[in-house]
């Protein structure tokens, strides 16, 4: 049974293979009079080709090609779009927004949509045709997405109901009010990336996502300097299974914040604070008592797993008001945070009064070498 399922794989990859080289050599090639025979099977036009082998075939080229597939005959066409749950266009450097233009009526089943840009060029009207069409969406990127408006967010908000994962870093000019209104609609939001977006990232805005997207996992506010705490303790009540936050040059808020997060977030594993200067060893301490605090009950329900919770990865770079013993208090309570080379999980750059501070398994290697002889001379 082995050997035969072996056999079919070895001429399913040989089959691909010949179609593939026939259908994109500029269309110098065809079938051919005798047609391409496999286990009794003839194919003499390229309609004739089985849906599931078609599908086999495209899965293996990239999604410029596939696009070009697409276009070979209807039946290509409508097996290819019924088909297809993933496509990125971030490699179209001209001309995206035409391409979206026609795409999105035809690719109805995307579930992902990856349409990053080196230079602007989507414009509202693309985003608002994939929101007429693509309604089973859970995954975009729209980041770096300068053109767009507050329409493109409203557009998204009435077309995509199970959307998970949105990235709009970069995209200045949303507003908070857009923003929120997004979360009404957009209540299944796991991972959020909001680096960059000024205007569209302020407490309002991350008020209203702590009240409508509770499963919210992963919150990406980097460089947005309108984030106080008032949004911060809102984010860190309203979303309990938080993991992953970037609060990098996040200026405004202070220990508070922190806190916060410490009480209200007991699955939190990545926390980068850099250059947040208000934050101090309140906030440091704030981690490791409630570390302490929830130890037994955490120790119980992972069964000796207890070195694996906690926070893995903490930036605080350019916090220059924290001090020493605070930090080395946090390295010691959460065994996931090291300083030694190579497992670098605690980023403290640009503070040179943190320079004494250890991991475990640093100060381990440090004694192992210490205690090695040196040669006389």
Known sequence: MAEEVKRRREDLNLYSEKPMMLAFDGGKSGIGAGGVE?????????????????????????????????????????????????????????????LVLSLAPKFTKLQTLVLRQDKPQLEDNAVETIASYCHDLQDLDLSKSFKLSDLSLYALAHGFPNLTKLNISGCTAFSDVSLEYLTEFCRKLKILNLCGCVNGATDRALQAIGRNCSQLQSLNLGWCENVGDVGVMSLAYGCPDL?????????????????????????????????????????????????????????????????????????????????????????????ALHTCSGRHSLVMSGCWNLTSVHCACAVQAHHTASSIPHPAH
């Open 243 to 335: 993991r992953t936050l970037d609060l990098c040059g996040c200026v405004c808020i202070t220990d508070d914040s922190v806190i916060a997060l410490a009480n209200r977030c007991p699955r939190l594993r990545s926390l980068c604070l850099y250059y947040c200067r208000n934050i101090t060893d309140r906030a440091m301490y704030s981690l490791v008592h409630n570390r302490v605090k929830n130890k037994p009950a955490m120790w119980e329900s992972t069964k000796g797993r207890y070195d694996e919770e906690g926070l893995k990865s903490l930036n605080i770079s350019q916090c220059t008001a924290i001090t020493p013993p605070a930090v080395q208090a946090l390295c010691d309570s959460f065994p």
């Open 38 to 98: 496999i286990e009794g099977l003839v194919i003499t036009e390229w309609k004739d080709i089985p849906m599931e082998l078609l599908l086999r075939i495209v899965s293996l080229v990239d999604d410029r090609t596939l696009i070009m597939a697409s276009g070979v005959c209807s039946g290509w066409r409508d097996a290819i779009c019924s088909g297809l749950t993933h496509l990125c266009l971030s490699w179209c450097k001209n001309n995206m927004n035409n």
